[in-house]
């Protein structure tokens, strides 16, 4: 588990997410859905999507202290909300197989972490 101190070193993480969201809420309050709402693909909102994509980054990366948990966190997130968007029928199994790879890597990666760096 890591320390408190260890937080400090990616708090300028936590600043950028803070911002990300405060830029999500600008443009949620002042663009309306319909504008964006088809752009390159159908019913994507692909520019709000890469806003929450950016932040959910910034966030989990300051949470995870890893920006490949970081990315792995913000992109199984991001699917979840664009099968949402996409109005997919969510059903118990498809959450379960959408999260496999994500609990696949970060176990992966925690793992492999503890045997190169024994202490």
């Given at each position: ?43 994507s ?67 492999t ?7």
């Amino acid at each position: 588990m890591p320390r408190l101190a260890h937080y400090y070193l990616f708090l300028h993480r936590l600043v950028l997410a803070i911002f990300g969201y405060f830029f999500i809420f600008l443009f949620i309050t002042n663009i309306d859905p319909a504008a964006i709402a088809n752009f390159i693909f159908p019913d994507s909102y692909l520019p709000l999507a890469l806003l929450i994509l950016g932040a959910n980054f910034f966030f989990f990366s300051f949470l995870w202290q890893s920006k490949f948990h970081g990315l792995a966190s913000a992109f199984w997130l991001q699917t979840y909300l664009f099968l949402i968007l996409q109005k997919v029928a969510l059903t118990p199994w498809l959450l379960f197989l959408l999260a496999l790879p994500w609990v696949g890597i970060m176990i992966f990666r925690y793992n492999t972490s503890i045997f190169a760096n024994p202490k």
